[in-house]
């Protein structure tokens, strides 16, 4: 299969994303059995200052220039991401340090997603440009993560190393919702 590394899209910060003024948020779900599954390898999840409890992997997440109408971007950007599915290789465990303005450390299950997903990105992109819809992304890297929880920043987080056969499998995925600043979810696929 091939991997992605880089996108113009960010999945850097997940935490509090939908609560951004002016922001766009599109997710993909992934299984709570296999989000399960990593929790239980760490020792100290308990001291963690917030967990994650909605397994899923930020497929997009910026900040828009302006209010726009959410109908309108769910109306354009939904034939482009229904019934989107793909499969996600599984890395192992990653931190990302001093997230949410430097206070926290976010414990992440770092993925890698098929080549042809940055292309739908870049496409969403392009689509959302050439209507006049202006995206800021923070981070220009995409790491597609599924996040297992918030620490203090410089926490010794302590885990096991996940075995052979969890890092073998592939964690399967969907493209999920979009929500526009605080908006409810509206689903691509029916609910």
């Known amino acids: 299969m ?3 590394y880089t996108s113009y899209l960010n999945c850097l910060v997940e935490k509090d994303v939908s609560d951004e003024e002016n922001s766009i948020y599109i997710t993909c779900k992934l299984s ?3 989000q399960e599954k990593f929790k239980a390898l760490v020792y100290n999840l308990d001291t963690a200052e917030e967990i994650e409890d909605e397994p899923h992997c930020t497929f997009l997440w910026a900040n828009l220039d302006k209010i726009y109408d959410k109908e309108m971007i769910f109306r ?4 482009i991401l229904k019934d989107i599915e793909f499969d996600a290789s599984i890395l192992g465990f990653h931190t990302f340090e001093k997230v949410s303005e430097g206070k926290q450390d976010c414990l992440v299950v ?3 997603a ?9 496409d969403l992109k392009i689509l959302l440009d050439k209507n006049d819809i202006e995206l800021t992304q923070t981070y220009p890297e995409w790491k597609p ?4 929880g918030y620490f203090k920043a410089g926490t010794d987080i302590q885990y096991d190393q996940p075995s052979n056969d969890m890092l073998a499998k592939l964690a ?6 979009l929500k526009v600043n ?5 689903y691509f696929n029916e609910q």
């Open 182 to 186: 605080n908006s409810k979810p509206m």
């Open 32 to 34: 709570k059995d296999l």
């Open 110 to 112: 770092q993925l890698e």
């Open 114 to 122: 098929p080549a042809n997903i940055i292309q739908l990105q870049l």
């Open 76 to 79: 354009l950007i939904r034939p």
């Open 145 to 148: 993560h599924m996040t297992i």
């Open 2 to 4: 091939d991997k992605i």
């Open 172 to 177: 399967p995925t969907s493209i999920d919702y």
